[in-house]
């Protein structure tokens, strides 16, 4: 068992953004972009966002600094390969000198993707894998509008590879944004299904990153931080009378989740989660809140202290309880925690046959973020954890 003392010394690095955070920080966009010399922008969001009225506004504030912009809202949830090749080729034929990514996480990815491709020329898939881009992109501003993926401070852009229906990861420094200004006034237009989804998705980067291999002392303090602020939180936030102040606890709590995982990776849950969003085109949060109780069972024996530490976060007192007590309690509270935001048991498909699950295990084995999980997986575990995610699994 990993006890976690002989892990302080271990070299470790940590990068986050500059970020500037509070009330009306996505109208001081002007200024930020004015200080990269920017003359023209390339704004990367999707269809739904840009008829809010907080987004006209943010536009408002672009034009007020004479920089000229080019919309780019061909962004769907996943963001494809072929986006980012369109997103890249107009970045280069409108001749933009900035990116400015408003939105969750597709929006952000996929406005990463651009800016890699954009200096780098080739195809996006070329840089999937850890540390594979070679120069850094154009400038990247990221004004989030909801509270989970953490993309505007993270190293990760996830892109899926439409030719295999997988979703691949692009770890690198060279893809955390230059700026991330985050403000509360997007996020009351999200919606409460999205803000289940989302805050399932950040409570999941939390926990994977509390018990992941590559944690550090410092990336530690973060997750159990967000641990605390989400489960505080998540509920309130789905309601229709949420209050600003409960999404912004949800935004800092994100923010925690964002600063941890970047940097210490992740782990099964989100190997797993990228496989079956890949293959079926779903949404990430849901993936995640559906396998987080599961890959925590398997997990459990393997990074205990840790689990416990999350636990205690999630006001459960299991000092005195064995191992198989403690596991049971903390799958419990995470279980009843997902269903009061209203995140199903089973994934949407009735079942699964046994090519598809093949597939979709032998892609999750092949993720980075399998790599940083508190144990090896085995191929036959990650298959019988698939299988309970359906309702009837179907050998063909
Ligand atoms: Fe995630």
């Known amino acids: 068992m990993d006890t976690g003392m002989n892990k302080s010394l271990e070299l470790r690095k940590f990068v986050v953004p500059e970020l500037v955070m509070g009330q009306g920080a996505s109208l001081l966009i002007n200024r930020y972009a004015m200080h990269f010399g920017a003359r023209k922008a390339l704004l990367v969001t999707d ?20 920089i000229e912009t080019h919309l780019f809202d061909d962004v769907s949830c996943n963001p494809k390969d072929y986006e980012v090749m369109i997103g890249a080729e107009q970045f280069l034929g409108e001749e933009c000198d900035i990116i400015v990514a408003i939105g969750g996480g597709s929006p952000m990815d996929c406005a990463k993707g651009i800016g890699i491709v954009s200096t780098n020329g080739g195809h996006i898939l070329d ?17 989030p509008t909801t509270a989970g993926t953490s993309a505007d401070v993270s190293q990760f852009a996830i892109i899926a590879d439409t030719s295999e229906n997988i ?28 803000t289940a989804c989302t805050g399932m998705d950040s409570l999941t980067h939390a926990i994977e990153a509390c018990v992941s291999n590559a944690r550090s002392d410092l990336t530690h303090v973060h997750a159990l931080e967000s641990v605390r602020m989400i489960t505080n939180h998540l509920e309130a936030a789905v309601q229709p009378d949420r209050s600003v102040e409960t999404l912004w606890e949800m935004m800092v709590g994100t923010l925690h989740a964002g600063f941890a995982f970047s940097n210490a990776s992740l782990g099964a849950v989100h190997a797993m989660a990228h496989s079956l969003g890949g293959l079926y085109d779903l949404p990430h949060g849901e993936c995640n809140g559906i396998l987080l109780e599961k890959v925590i069972e398997a997990n459990f024996q393997a990074a205990e202290p840790y689990f416990r530490q999350i636990a205690e976060k999630m006001d459960l007192s299991v000092a005195n309880m064995n191992t198989e007590e403690a596991c049971i309690a903390l799958v419990e509270r995470i279980r009843q925690l997902r269903r009061k935001v209203g995140i199903p048991d089973y994934l949407p498909m009735e079942s699964i046959d046994e090519i598809a699950l093949e597939k979709l295990t032998e892609n999750a084995l092949q993720d980075p973020c399998m790599v940083t999980n508190p144990k090896i997986m085995a191929k036959e575990e990650v298959k019988k954890i698939y299988g309970q995610l359906f309702k009837e699994k179907k050998q063909s």
């Open 167 to 194: 979703k691949k990861a692009i770890i690198s420094k060279k893809v955390v944004p230059d700026l991330a200004l985050i403000d509360n006034n997007p996020l009351k237009t999200m919606d409460p299904y999205l």
């Open 47 to 66: 269809k739904h966002l840009r008829k809010q009225p907080w987004f006209q506004e943010i536009i408002e504030a672009i034009e007020q600094a004479e």
């Open 127 to 143: 840089y999937v894998g850890v540390d594979e881009i070679k120069l850094p992109g154009p400038p990247l501003i990221c004004i």
